[in-house]
């Protein structure tokens, strides 16, 4: 009988590194907003590094018993199978940060917040939510990136790494 952890093992490390990308994902995006002020180009940035690196983990790490074939082939699978994923974080980007940013800081009472005491002056958390325009591209970033671990879960689990023949 296998234990707890042998029966789960793939799904709780998947989980893990997903944690992982989210954090390589959120601070490339970050980072590029903070140097360059362009969402757009943050998200692109952020999504290649965030693919290059949860390749690299469920390849070595989570999906160990995965079928043998060719590092590329897998490789062009995964790519593949994360476009959907990343043009569905440029569209929604483009639609809940850039085009109707306002419409969602008005929406979700972001604009009535006082970013000028509490938890929001602290450097780090401001750099991410200091204010009504990163609050809002902050919360539309974790919508995306939670849609993109159970999307990309799945699209690894059917298409990429396929389990042996039993």
């Given at each position: 009988m296998k234990s707890s952890w042998e029966q789960h093992k793939e799904l709780i490390l998947y989980l893990i590194f997903g944690v992982l990308t989210t954090i390589v994902y959120?601070?490339?995006?970050?980072?590029?907003?903070?140097?360059?002020?362009?969402?757009?180009?943050?998200?692109?940035?952020?999504?290649?590094?965030?693919?290059?690196?949860?390749?690299?983990?469920?390849?070595?790490?989570v999906f160990t018993r995965a079928e043998k074939s060719s590092l590329l082939s897998q490789f062009m699978k995964f790519v593949a199978a994360r476009l959907f994923v990343f043009f569905l974080d440029l569209f929604v980007t483009w639609l809940c940060i850039e085009k109707f940013g306002s419409f969602f800081i008005k929406l979700f009472l972001l604009d009535h917040?006082?970013?000028?005491?509490?938890?929001?002056?602290?450097?780090?958390?401001?750099?991410?939510?200091?204010?009504?325009?990163?609050?809002?591209?902050?919360?539309?970033?974790?919508?995306?990136?939670?849609?993109?671990i159970v999307l990309n879960y799945v699209f690894s689990k059917l298409f990429v790494f396929k389990n042996k023949k039993q």
């Amino acid at each position: 009988m296998k234990s707890s952890w042998e029966q789960h093992k793939e799904l709780i490390l998947y989980l893990i590194f997903g944690v992982l990308t989210t954090i390589v994902y959120f601070v490339a995006r970050f980072l590029t907003v903070h140097i360059s002020q362009n969402a757009l180009l943050a998200v692109i940035i952020a999504q290649v590094s965030a693919i290059l690196f949860a390749f690299i983990t469920n390849k070595i790490w989570v999906f160990t018993r995965a079928e043998k074939s060719s590092l590329l082939s897998q490789f062009m699978k995964f790519v593949a199978a994360r476009l959907f994923v990343f043009f569905l974080d440029l569209f929604v980007t483009w639609l809940c940060i850039e085009k109707f940013g306002s419409f969602f800081i008005k929406l979700f009472l972001l604009d009535h917040l006082n970013y000028q005491s509490g938890i929001t002056t602290w450097p780090l958390i401001k750099s991410f939510i200091g204010s009504p325009v990163l609050a809002n591209t902050f919360i539309w970033s974790m919508v995306i990136q939670v849609a993109a671990i159970v999307l990309n879960y799945v699209f690894s689990k059917l298409f990429v790494f396929k389990n042996k023949k039993q």
